[in-house]
């Protein structure tokens, strides 16, 4: 992260204004290198029954038996789309995957108010059996499946980990990118409202903490220093319910210079710190 784009991305706030939502994908998809030219995309595969359930695969001639990262859009529950023409974006991450040697997996899921909680956990749970019958014709291993998300994309992953008792088989790993994890403290807002319901005392059913501290799945948390104040709260409790149940620190990565959307906007830029940290964690996981 240089100090110039830093500052361009503070100056932006930490709310999830249009301003600062609209600003940051511009300013991130100005960096963006494109995709490579060896990576192979096969779009729109249906993996359930509903118009949204849909995937995009990338992979590079000669894959065979590859780890797989599947990555899950934000959007607030009730926005987003893995592809969108003329931008880099979410094609970037199942770039990513492609050129560190993965197989890429990008989804859409249906969206509030629409469907409720939990449709994200079934939505995951209808990918993850897609994958573990057909991924191995693409190059991936179906043993080897790392799921990735950012907010509610994040969100979704965690409540797969937390409340399907089949999450384990094929799990390799999980990246967690400033996600909400427990409803109970969750701030009410709109979004929130639309996908958990109008009443938040009915929201402690959804929350995944007390699943993922349960989970045998590694996963990498993070969080963005210009996160909004609900999403620094949250990965606090976290770290804190973490070290109570396990008396260890989680993976918590805490993203100097980021906002809520950069992190995975800037995977494909010249802003390689979280292209790292999250290749690595797959690698590790993977091996």
């Known amino acids: 992260m240089t100090p110039d784009i830093r500052a361009q991305l503070q100056a932006l706030g930490n709310d999830l204004t249009p301003e600062m939502l609209g600003g940051t994908q511009a300013l991130m998809a100005s960096m963006s290198r494109g995709m490579a030219a060896a990576t192979k995309v096969t779009r729109d595969i249906a993996y359930g029954p509903d118009a949204r359930h849909r995937l995009d695969i990338f992979t590079r001639?000669?894959?065979?038996g590859a780890p797989v990262f599947?990555?899950?859009h934000g959007g607030g529950f009730v926005m987003g789309d893995k592809h969108t023409e003329g931008s880099p974006f979410y094609s970037n991450m199942g770039d990513f995957a492609a050129r560190h040697g993965f197989v890429g997996v990008?989804?859409?899921y249906r969206l509030a108010p629409a469907n409720r909680f939990p449709s994200g956990p079934d939505d995951l749970a209808l990918v993850m059996n897609w994958l573990r019958a057909n991924i191995a014709t693409?190059?991936?291993?179906?043993?080897?499946?790392?799921?990735?998300?950012?907010?509610a994309g994040a969100t979704h992953v965690a409540g797969y980990l937390a409340h399907r008792r089949d999450h384990a088989s094929g799990t390799a790993?999980?990246?967690?990118?400033?996600?909400?994890?427990?409803?109970r403290t969750a701030a009410p807002n709109p979004f929130a409202e639309a996908y958990y319901g109008p009443?938040?005392?009915?929201?402690?059913?959804?929350s995944t903490l007390?699943?993922?501290l349960a989970s045998e799945v590694p996963i990498q948390f993070s969080v963005a220093e210009?996160?909004?104040?609900?999403?620094?709260q949250q990965a606090a409790q976290v770290v804190s319910q973490w070290q109570a149940a396990k008396g260890r620190f989680p993976e918590m990565h805490f993203l100097t210079g980021h906002n809520h959307l950069s992190p995975a906007l800037s995977i494909g830029s010249d802003i390689r710190e979280v292209e790292r940290m999250v290749a690595g964690f797959v690698r590790r996981v993977t091996g």
């Open 138 to 151: 693409h190059g991936g291993d179906p043993a080897r499946i790392v799921l990735s998300g950012q907010s």
């Open 70 to 72: 599947v990555f899950v």
């Open 173 to 183: 790993g999980a990246v967690l990118m400033s996600g909400i994890y427990d409803t």
């Open 226 to 232: 210009f996160d909004p104040d609900d999403f620094h």
């Open 61 to 64: 001639d000669g894959l065979s």
């Open 210 to 212: 007390a699943g993922l």
């Open 199 to 206: 009443d938040p005392r009915g929201w402690g059913v959804a």
């Open 106 to 108: 990008t989804i859409t």
